[in-house]
Nanobody
């Protein structure tokens, strides 16, 4: 099975920076899209940033100019560089992979995989 492991969360003061890393393992055939989402208690999970296979990226308006998503297809990883952090960025951050895994000889299966989440806290 394909699994995702996130790291890099923590506590930081407003204006600070954090870098989240998500590493995929398992029989990956192709990654179409990486995404970073976040969720706070009582709210729906929100898409923060997405990186497509063609190098395209997209961000929620609230993080544009502060966050940068980068994918490394050789390592099957994605990072989220978060600068100028604000208290409103406090959340559990999840990475998501949409793509294909090798399910057998000359066979692939579509997958949509989530990481376990990493906590980001921005406070004075």
């Amino acid at each position: 099975q394909v699994q995702l492991v996130e790291s890099g969360g923590g506590s930081v003061q407003p204006g600070g920076s954090l870098r989240l890393l998500c590493e995929a393992s398992g029989p990956i055939h192709m990654i179409n899209r990486w995404g970073w989402y976040r969720q706070t208690p009582g709210k729906q999970r929100e898409l923060v940033a997405v990186a497509g296979s063609g190098g395209t990226t997209n961000y929620v308006d609230s993080v544009k100019g502060r966050f940068t998503i980068s994918r490394d297809d050789a390592k099957n990883t994605v990072t989220l560089q978060m600068n100028s952090l604000e208290p409103e960025d406090t959340a559990v951050y999840y990475c998501n992979l949409v793509g294909w895994m090798i399910s057998g000889p000359n066979r692939q299966r579509n997958i949509d995989v989530w990481g376990q989440g990493t906590v980001v806290t921005v406070a004075s």
